[in-house]
């Protein structure tokens, strides 16, 4: 098990970037397939992106494809989310998730671990 933490969301205008990281601690090693995902007001939780361990692959959610990008360094067991365009919604609270696995995964279900989210706010 290990535990994450998020931060970097705010309030931006439409347009706008951020970039939200998830440090990870507990029981680390490379070996972790790390997500992110978000929630808005009254949807379910719907996947953004994803990162296989070593960075070597990565998928996107249709949505943000060509405008968010995630990366990792896992000297620092960080994981980013670098969110450019942003629009109005794409507002949400954004949650890391990290499963441990060589692949990626897409689903919510897939994922063990879940930090306590950071929320985003797109103003138009």
């Known amino acids: 098990q290990v535990q994450l933490v998020e931060s970097g969301g705010g309030l931006v205008q439409a347009g706008g970037s951020l970039i939200l990281s998830c440090v990870v601690s507990?029981?680390?090693?490379?070996?972790?397939?790390m997500g992110w995902f978000r929630q808005a007001p009254g949807k379910e939780r719907e996947f953004v992106a994803t990162?296989?361990?070593?960075?070597?692959?990565?998928e996107y959610a249709d949505s943000v494809k060509g405008r968010f990008a995630i990366s990792r360094v896992n000297a620092e067991n960080t994981v980013y989310l670098q969110m450019n365009n942003l629009q109005p919604e794409d507002t949400a609270d954004y949650y890391c998730?990290?499963?441990?696995?060589?692949?990626?995964?897409?689903?919510?279900?897939?994922?063990?671990?879940w930090g306590q989210g950071t929320q985003v706010t797109v103003s138009s």
């Open positions: 998730a990290a499963k441990r696995s060589y692949n990626t995964h897409i689903t919510t279900s897939s994922y063990d671990d």
């Open positions: 990162i296989s361990w070593n960075g070597g692959s990565t």
């Open positions: 507990g029981r680390t090693s490379s070996n972790y397939c």
